[in-house]
């Protein structure tokens, strides 16, 4: 078993069942081999003018396409290490690849052009339990931005389902550190590369446009999922 298949396979125990979904997903390419750069479902420049076809280009080909790579040789070295204390000083390079990878795939399919539904909540399970945890959309919303913008230097900003509250909660990771507390029902990356060539040093303006392109349908699959445990 690989490396990041452990990894992937402790988060799904501990973020059942969505992310056990995702995860194991990374952890069968993981058993075949190198890791890959998941292909976008809709094109670059196809969540303007929320997010810039620049800026998709340039985060999904370049810095998610680093982290596969940086991945990919962690796991070589760490399969040639002569010595658990070797293997042990690789566990950074792992965790941040490998959560980069893990957190980047779940975020792609976060998103949605407005012409395929982004940004659109419709009356649903999804919907009831927002108002009910939160208030309300707009009340929900806030929570979000608030904490996602309140993150010192680079992470993500989580929606992510309580298993054992069973509820809706708002969570933040720093840097690439997946969400292993709670299943991820959507994920706001909060690095600059995702945002700044647009929306410079302004992350307020981008956490209102990413409400534009939310794909709440794939977010509402991801907790009727995880509802049903």
Do not use: C
Request: proline share 4%; hydrophobic share 40%.
């Amino acid at each position: 078993m690989s490396v990041l298949a452990a990894i992937a396979r402790s988060s799904a125990r501990a973020a059942r069942p969505v992310s056990r979904a995702a995860s194991l997903s990374l952890a069968a390419s993981a058993a075949r081999g190198l890791h890959t750069l998941p292909k976008l479902d809709y094109a670059y420049d196809a969540l303007e003018p929320h997010i810039s076809g620049q800026i998709m280009e340039l985060h999904h080909s370049k810095h998610h396409q680093a982290y596969v790579n940086g991945l990919n040789a962690a796991e070589e070295s760490y399969a040639r290490a002569p010595s658990p204390k070797d293997q042990i000083r690789l566990q950074p390079a792992l965790k941040f690849n490998g959560g980069g990878h893990i957190n980047h795939s779940l975020f792609w399919k976060n998103l949605a052009p407005e012409s395929q539904g982004g940004g659109n909540l419709e009356a649903g399970p999804l919907k009831d339990a927002i108002v009910a945890d939160f208030g309300s959309v707009d009340a929900f919303k806030k929570k979000v931005n608030a904490a996602t913008a309140a993150i010192q230097g680079s992470g993500w900003g989580w929606v992510g389902y309580n298993t054992e509250s069973k509820k809706l909660e708002v969570v933040t990771t720093a840097n690439q550190d997946p969400l292993l507390t709670h299943v991820p029902i959507l994920g706001i990356d909060i690095w600059e590369h995702a945002f700044y060539l647009q929306y410079h040093n302004v992350k307020a303006d981008y956490l209102t446009a990413i409400w534009n392109v939310i794909n709440f349908k794939e977010a509402e699959r991801r907790f009727v999922e995880a509802s049903k445990q």
